[in-house]
């Protein structure tokens, strides 16, 4: 299977910001441990960005469908003006079945990582690595890098985002 991953944000565009912490260096940790474990299984895998760098969706968009994937990954860190929102969440374009169905299998992998609470999976036309993408997209929201505890249980160490990355490749691998 051929999978496009979208570390999110980069290198102008650091995202959220929680601590001392950048979604854009969180997103791009847990996206190389994800292609890491998708090529252990056999999987080809294309990444939008490997380092810091600033890449428009238009160009992540265009990078997935001219490479032909077969689904992609956007991978994100949430946050809030509260402190206390917690929890991962994933995001499908509206109306894509195939998109709801791998979103499915990812969540059920990551409902399992104990303190990572369940915000399930919501339908957002509005994003452009979902609706420019011509495959089946899922947007992982993380956990809240807003939140204290969501950054320090899963976000600040490598365990934390290696186990994150070991779950959405779970649901993968299962959804393939």
């Given amino acids: 299977m051929r999978i496009a991953i979208d570390p999110g944000h980069g290198g102008k565009d650091p995202g959220a910001v929680g601590g001392q ?7 791009l940790a847990i996206s190389l ?6 090529v252990d299984g056999g999987h ?12 428009t969706i238009g ?10 994937a077969d689904l992609f990954l956007s991978i994100h ?3 809030a003006s509260s402190p206390q929102a917690h929890g991962m969440e994933l995001l499908i374009f509206p109306g ?14 990551l409902r399992d990582i104990p303190g990572l609470r369940d915000r399930g999976i919501k339908p957002r036309g509005d994003l452009g690595v979902l609706r420019g993408t011509s ?5 992982v929201e993380a956990a809240f890098i807003s939140n204290p505890e969501n950054r320090r249980d899963h976000l600040e160490t490598t365990h ?14 299962e959804w393939v």
């Fill in 59 to 68: 160009d992540r968009c265009r990078l997935a469908n001219t490479w032909k």
């Fill in 96 to 109: 894509s079945a195939r998109g709801r169905d791998l979103a499915g299998h990812i969540w059920g992998a």
């Fill in 77 to 79: 860190c949430n946050a």
């Fill in 160 to 173: 934390g985002r290696r186990r994150i990355a070991k779950a959405i490749a779970q649901g993968v691998m």
């Fill in 21 to 27: 912490l950048r979604e854009s260096e969180v997103a």
């Fill in 135 to 139: 495959m089946p997209a899922v947007l």
């Fill in 44 to 55: 080809s895998v294309l990444m939008t960005r490997e380092t810091d760098v600033f890449i």
């Fill in 33 to 38: 441990f994800l292609r890491d474990e998708l």
